[in-house]
């Protein structure tokens, strides 16, 4: 991913680029931005389940990565930390949101998120997008720890082990989370989408 300063190893920054990460060059933050910030801001929406705040969420995320970079183990996965910032500063703003006791969802458009190929017909493109909506309201009624195992295994393709750590719990619990999250998913989609 961010160029030539990623290992062989994806997501692994070279000790390079972490430097120039840890002085703050611009054209290493843009790339690294430039890098991840699709993969967070998809975790982020299925997450919170709003385009909006989604986007808030990615931006808040890479400037306290930006402020936090130095405390990157070299060697580690960046995308697995990255998750970790993003998963506390959502946590952060949910409780913000809570002790100002109001809410701007009403006021929100909600945006699908969906990438469309030329190939499809909009028939095609308008049955999944209809899908795709009846997905993301079906996460989004998933008690939130087991909404953000399901994305973090499926979506994004963590390991258990990695997906426990973000969380804080064990990996035997990750795994459960996982497991309860997809039976919770194919009862509430019953046949819209293969959650196996």
Not at 60 to 83: C, D, H, K, M, N
């Amino acid at each position: 991913m961010v160029g030539s300063d990623v290992n062989a190893e994806p997501d692994v920054l070279t000790p390079e680029l972490l430097a120039r990460l840890g002085r703050g060059e611009e054209e290493a933050w843009y790339s690294f931005v430039s890098a991840y910030e699709g993969r967070l801001y998809g975790y982020l929406y299925r997450l919170e389940g709003n385009s909006e705040d989604a986007l808030d969420l990615t931006q808040e995320v890479f400037y306290r990565a930006w402020r936090s970079i130095g405390t990157f183990r070299p060697g580690e996965r960046v995308l697995p930390w990255l998750y970790q910032v993003a998963r506390n500063t959502q946590i952060e703003s949910h409780r913000r949101k809570q002790l100002q006791r109001f809410s701007l969802e009403e006021a929100r458009e909600e945006v699908g998120f969906e990438v469309t190929s030329g190939a499809r017909s909009p028939v095609q493109n308008a049955e999944s997008a209809d899908a795709q909506d009846r997905v993301q309201r079906a996460l989004m009624q998933l008690p939130e720890e087991y909404r953000e195992a399901v994305v973090l295994r499926f979506v994004e393709d963590l390991a258990y082990d990695e997906i426990a750590r973000i969380q804080g719990v064990a990996v035997g619990t990750a795994k459960s989370r996982v497991f309860r999250a997809k039976e919770q998913l194919a009862e509430l989609l019953s046949g819209v989408a293969d959650v196996n």
